[in-house]
């Protein structure tokens, strides 16, 4: 039987640079390539202060995520990023789904780019939960059914939904990691896309502690 989950899942593979590379690389267009030394933090909170973002395209990040194939779909319009993603083609998905847990609004009000979500009536909660369990067992016997009679794995994925889980590297320059979190960490971002911007943003300041705190400073946001 298919196990099912709420979470979505971001964990750091490796990365390229830190807060002294970005004002390093600042400094090549006024002191030249030898002109790295000095203050770090004043100069990484100017660049982005003034919107002097290519300096933060010097440092990258890696990391591996593993979500339901529709926030994975909107994860990658973000066509500034590099991804590898598990192939349906080629290998068995493994039977998980994403269900929606309590904590998860499932009615919107309102308009597009302005909706507001609410928690739902009990029998609105119900029916969510009954309908996603039915329609992902069903899927995943039809599924294994097909595989075991030697249907090929691209055509037997085709009964499967969104929902089921897929697994993919993404790789951006700081800059672009930046933007992305400007989007989908948003308040009117998609619920489950927001959970994994709020993990690529807690490595982000582990990893670029001053970029990220003045990001945060410049842009709006608050902190975690």
Known sequence: ???????ITVKHIDSMGDDARIASAARVSTKGLDGDGGKV???VRALMREGHTSPFEHCVMTVSVEAPIFVAREWMRHRTQSY???SARYTTLQPK???P????PIVQTGKALDYHREEGTIRQVVVTEHRHKWTEEEAWKNYESMLSEGVANEVARNVLPVSVYTQFWATANLGNWFKFLTLRDAP???????QGAQQVDALIEELWPIAWRAFHDFNGKEEQ
């Open 188 to 194: 009117n971002a998609l619920f489950e896309i927001r």
């Open 97 to 99: 789904f994403y269900r």
């Open 41 to 43: 933090a004043g100069l």
């Open 101 to 104: 847990n309590e904590d998860r």
């Open 1 to 7: 039987m298919p196990d099912f989950s709420s979470e």
């Open 84 to 86: 590898s993603e598990i």
